[in-house]
């Protein structure tokens, strides 16, 4: 029933949110029910069961944004991908410092708390190194909370933009025989490619990657079909409010407040540092805010998806964020151990 529950009050948050006309409703208005769910002790929870379609749905989704022209734009993008690297770096030892100080954490649950990777894997290397695994899940959880609220709301406000829906998508109805054929294909090969080739977040990134190179290849143009597209958001959203369920509240109000304090001035910073290599490199500065915010791959993604900007430049940049994280992230905390060079 647990599942049961946490959906139907995503779905009620979600349609109040697309009823006001507020930026991202599905899945912003999800995450607010559930999350205000939580704080009332509800048990709430979204099992992957339910979670693992819809990272499939979002990566053949992320897919078909790509064009054949975008292998040649790679070396274009250097000088975003190096300012992501240099972001990166110095919000993660600022993370570090501040999760150490303040809540006192321990080395490996401040350490792997800052870092801005996937939560399942930071969780994950936490756990190895003998951290607080509870802590640094609901760290990341609320800074996925913060940024993906503050950026639909400040671009918004400066653009008016309304975020409501999916550039492309149509019904399922309208969908072609073959073009459903191409879209199962990219999700099964995706899938089961993504696994064997052992990739961060293979459910959406092999999907994602079959997807583009079917898109590539010009054998369709289809996108997933809106119902999906919906369907995606609602359980994305409510998955991260429910988090917030098994936690205590005094856990979450502290983590909310360090949360808050420290990816504030993270997204200042991100959206002034975006602006000035977009200036420099003739980027769209809202793609480059999106790729440099510490967020969740599929939280970014998804208002990538709904301001129908670069999503392969986006995407792109996030993938070098995983990537980056998952590779250099463990070997730096051990390094630094090695060395006995506590952390702050």
């Given at each position: 029933m647990k599942p049961v529950l946490t959906l139907s009050i995503a779905a009620l948050g979600g349609g109040a949110f697309y009823l006001l006309h507020l930026p991202l409703p599905w899945?912003?208005?999800?995450?607010?029910?559930?999350?205000?769910?939580?704080?009332l002790k509800l048990n709430l929870s979204v099992p992957a069961k339910l979670r693992n379609p819809t990272m499939i749905v979002l990566g053949l989704m992320l897919g078909t944004g790509f064009t054949p022209e975008v292998p040649g734009r790679l070396l274009d993008w250097w000088?975003?991908?190096?300012?992501?690297?240099?972001?990166?770096?110095?919000?993660?030892?600022?993370?570090?410092?501040?999760?150490?100080?303040?809540?006192?954490?321990?080395?490996?649950?401040?350490?792997?708390?800052?870092?801005?990777?996937?939560?399942?894997?930071?969780v994950a290397m936490a756990m190895a190194e003998k951290g607080d695994?509870?802590?640094?899940?609901?760290?990341?959880?609320?800074?996925?909370?913060?940024?993906?609220?503050?950026?639909?709301?400040?671009?918004?406000?400066?653009?008016?933009?309304p975020l409501t829906g999916m550039?492309?998508?149509?019904?399922?109805?309208?969908?072609?025989?073959?073009?459903?054929?191409?879209?199962?294909?990219?999700?099964?090969?995706?899938a089961v490619a993504g696994k064997l080739l052992r990739l961060p977040a293979y459910l959406l990134v092999g999907p994602?990657?079959?997807?583009?190179?079917?898109?590539?290849?010009?054998?369709?143009?289809?996108?997933?079909?809106?119902?999906?597209?919906?369907i995606t958001q609602l359980v994305l959203g409510g998955a991260v409010g429910a988090r917030l369920a098994s936690v205590e509240l005094a856990v979450i109000k502290r983590g909310l407040w360090a949360s808050l304090v420290l990816t504030v001035p993270m997204v200042i910073v991100a959206a002034l540092l975006a602006w000035?290599?977009?200036?420099?490199?003739?980027?769209?500065?809202?793609a480059m805010l999106l790729s440099l915010m510490p967020g969740g791959l599929g939280e970014m993604t998804l208002i990538a998806l709904a301001m129908n900007i670069d999503v392969p430049f986006v995407v792109t940049h996030h993938m070098m964020r995983m990537?980056?994280?998952?590779?250099?992230?463990?070997?730096?905390?051990?390094?630094?151990?090695?060395?006995?060079?506590?952390?702050?």
């Open positions: 899945m912003l208005g999800a995450m607010a029910a559930t999350a205000c769910g939580s704080l000088p975003g991908l190096l300012a992501l690297t240099v972001y990166m770096t110095v919000a993660i030892w600022v993370g570090t410092l501040w999760y150490s100080r303040k809540l006192g954490c321990d080395a490996p649950t401040a350490y792997y708390a800052a870092v801005p990777g996937g939560l399942s894997e930071m695994e509870g802590l640094v899940s609901i760290l990341h959880t609320l800074r996925v909370m913060v940024v993906a609220a503050l950026v639909p709301w400040g671009i918004r406000l400066s653009q008016g933009l550039p492309g998508s149509s019904s399922i109805l309208d969908l072609s025989i073959p073009d459903a054929g191409f879209l199962a294909l990219g999700a099964g090969l995706g994602m990657l079959a997807s583009a190179i079917i898109s590539m290849a010009g054998l369709t143009g289809a996108h997933p079909p809106s119902e999906l597209i919906v000035g290599i977009s200036e420099l490199a003739g980027f769209d500065h809202f990537t980056l994280v998952m590779l250099a992230a463990p070997l730096v905390f051990r390094w630094m151990r090695g060395r006995q060079r506590p952390l702050p």
